[in-house]
């Protein structure tokens, strides 16, 4: 490990320019030389995962690979860790779509409102495509693979100033370095990054010359001068030293060739990376996956496999005897691979038996060392099988296994849910420099079909006046039979809507119903959204919108806009007087809008003496059924 004193009395973010450039780059050298022993056990497990053997963890490595080499992967031939990390992927990570939520702490109305945009500008990330996956919801899934094979993922999250975006990237982990002896919490991060040269003489035309000198970039395993190149990719460094405290911050610098490209005062509290872990190590910053857990377990039940693959091959043999002179040559060459021996006439044909390659007691030792390497991760074998578990046949006790499986791997689920409220913080840290370089930046945020647009300093929350939660992953069955059972149970309990019933279901055919049924809502929340983010100095009279009377869910409207007040009045509980006043012009809108409303409900004419008769209740239930379709 490269000694700080032996390159430089100061530490790197002391030093100038001229010195920074040389003290990062031998210091990213000395990590990658002296954790080599990383990148070989990345690899590895890519070769577990993959069946077939690499030279490295770049792409070289696979197209580089000649014919023979890309036969299938003997130490595990029978596909056992690949399997397993399908299996995981599928059933803990895919199934989820977590949502960061921002809630405010004690904070005043404006402050408050501020963190319900910021909530929707984080939906409009999370549905935001990022190359090539069509959302962050897919770039996730991608990147959990890794993360389950490997033990743990690293997720660089940049502001692509040209385009005024937030853009993911997944980094290779044996290409970030820290200090071991700094444990889990180091102050100090380097990494090594591929970059196109002409790209990056245009991020930093001022070096553009200096660039064409700069190292090319080196993959584990791959020489640079081991293939044709379309275009040079050369290696840079990046350096992060992260702040003390508010009031001192931290340094960071991107380096190629010994020359500092681009440098400047880092204040985010962590580097720019968000990390998933299947297990995480107890000590460092990196974890283990199913390759390593799996590995041993699963080569021997492979290596097993075959001999007894060998043993049935051997005992297998058959033997087939005619007379000389009665079968031709040519017609011996055309029959099945059975050895054919010649008896003379006159002489008996010999009989055999054939000897069993293998007790059936070995098989089923064979089964268990298979069964024993799934037990050792918790992943059911019968999952990665798509079968229904034996005995299993109602959806109510299928629903109770899951949750029995859920509860083994509910460390793992919690863990990629904090991976979504780390890139909330990470998404508000890139913004803010964005921001920088243009106070009057916009950003946008979904309503409904449409994207709004607003102001990112009228976005922007203080760190220490809000919060991030991420609500609990489903626990839905992920088998349709399962899942429609339990969306039934549901509905003919009362606990969900006809409408929120076909979302659950999931079937692809609903979405056009589904747009119909929801077009009245979304109307109704976006007039509340109007409403609560309403200025009173900017609004227009214009702007408000009457009930209109062709409502078909009335009932449902009026709910949802009384739901609004009433956030409205808890969240007044907590604020100054003058914050309250604030917040009063909101809730008269909302309150105007429900006393418009409220006349337009249904009504039953009640009989003389104010009784009801149950005909009226039967004339009236077509009325009240309609009411409530639509869900409250």
Not at 227 to 237: G, P, T, Y
Not at 427 to 453: C, F, K, T
Request: proline share 7%.
């Amino acid at each position: 490990m490269p000694n700080l004193k032996t390159l430089h009395e100061d530490p790197w973010y002391e030093l100038t320019a001229k010195e920074m450039g040389g003290a990062v780059q031998r210091i990213a050298e000395g990590y990658k030389k002296d954790q080599g022993g990383r990148s070989s056990a990345y690899s590895r497990n890519l070769e577990l995962y993959e069946q077939i053997p690499l030279s490295g963890y770049s792409a070289h490595a696979y197209y580089g690979a000649n014919a023979e080499k890309l036969m299938p992967f003997e130490r595990d031939r029978l596909g056992i860790v690949g399997s397993a990390v399908d299996t995981a992927v599928a059933n803990i990570y895919a199934p989820q779509k977590p949502k960061p939520q921002w809630q405010t702490l004690g904070a005043t109305w404006e402050v408050r409102r501020r963190a319900y945009r910021l909530d929707r500008v984080c939906e409009g990330i999370l549905n935001q495509r990022q190359e090539p996956f069509c959302s962050m919801w897919s770039f996730m899934t991608d990147c959990t693979y890794d993360l389950a094979i490997h033990g743990a993922v690293a997720i660089k999250v940049m502001a692509d100033r040209v385009r005024k975006r937030i853009i993911h990237r997944n980094i290779p982990t044996p290409d970030i370095f820290v200090d071991p002896s700094a444990g889990r919490h180091p102050m100090d991060w380097f990494q090594i990054e591929p970059c196109d040269l002409r790209v990056a003489q245009r991020l930093f035309p001022k070096h553009a010359q200096k660039l064409e000198g700069a190292n090319d970039y080196e993959w584990f395993g791959t020489s640079r001068n081991s293939s044709v190149r379309a275009s040079r990719e050369i290696e840079l460094q990046y350096a992060w030293r992260l702040p003390v405290g508010p009031d001192e911050p931290g340094r960071w610098c991107v380096v190629a060739n010994g020359t500092v490209l681009d440098s400047g005062d880092w204040v985010a509290p962590a580097p720019p990376f968000v990390f998933g872990y299947w297990r995480r190590h107890r000590a460092g910053i990196w974890g283990s996956g199913l390759a390593f857990l799996m590995g041993t377990q699963a080569e021997a039940a492979g290596d097993l496999d075959e001999r007894l693959t060998i043993r049935e091959n051997v005992a297998s043999g058959k033997r087939g005897y005619y007379r000389p002179g009665s079968v031709k040559p040519d017609d011996l060459a055309l029959n099945e691979p059975i050895t054919w021996i010649a008896v003379e006439e006159g002489k008996e044909y010999p009989n055999e038996s054939l000897t069993p390659p293998f007790a059936p007691m070995e098989l089923d030792f064979r089964n268990a060392k298979v069964r024993d390497t799934w037990d050792s991760v918790g992943i059911s074998q019968v999952s990665a099988a798509a079968r229904r578990e034996p005995g299993i046949e109602s959806g109510v006790a299928q629903m109770t296994l899951n949750d029995t499986k859920a509860g083994r791997h509910l460390p793992e689920a919690q863990r990629y849910e904090q991976m979504y409220v780390d890139l909330a913080h990470q998404w508000v840290w890139r913004l803010r420099e964005l921001a920088a370089d243009d106070p009057d930046m916009i950003v946008q945020y979904p309503n409904g079909s449409l994207l709004r647009q607003v102001k990112w300093k009228d976005v922007d929350v203080e760190d220490d006046k809000a919060a991030v939660t991420v609500a609990p992953a489903s626990s839905l069955p992920h088998d349709p039979w399962g899942r429609q059972q339990m969306v039934q149970a549901l509905r003919q309990g009362n606990i969900i809507s006809q409408t929120t019933a076909k979302t659950l279901i999931g079937w692809p055919d609903l979405d056009s119903e589904l747009q119909t049924d929801n077009a009245e809502s979304q109307y109704i929340d976006a007039l509340i959204e109007l409403y609560v983010n309403a200025e009173k100095d900017s609004w227009d009279a214009t702007q408000y919108q009457a009930p209109e009377g062709f409502i078909t869910n009335k009932l449902g409207a009026l709910t949802r806009f009384g739901s609004a007040w009433f956030r409205i009045k808890t969240d007044q509980l907590s604020l100054p007087p003058k914050e309250k006043a604030k917040a009063e012009f909101n809730c008269a809108l909302l309150i105007r809008y429900i006393e418009e409303l409220a006349p337009l409900l249904p009504t039953v004419e009640p009989v003389k003496g104010g009784a009801v008769t149950p005909d009226m209740l039967a004339q009236a239930a077509p009325q009240v059924a309609a009411a409530g379709a639509g869900g409250m």
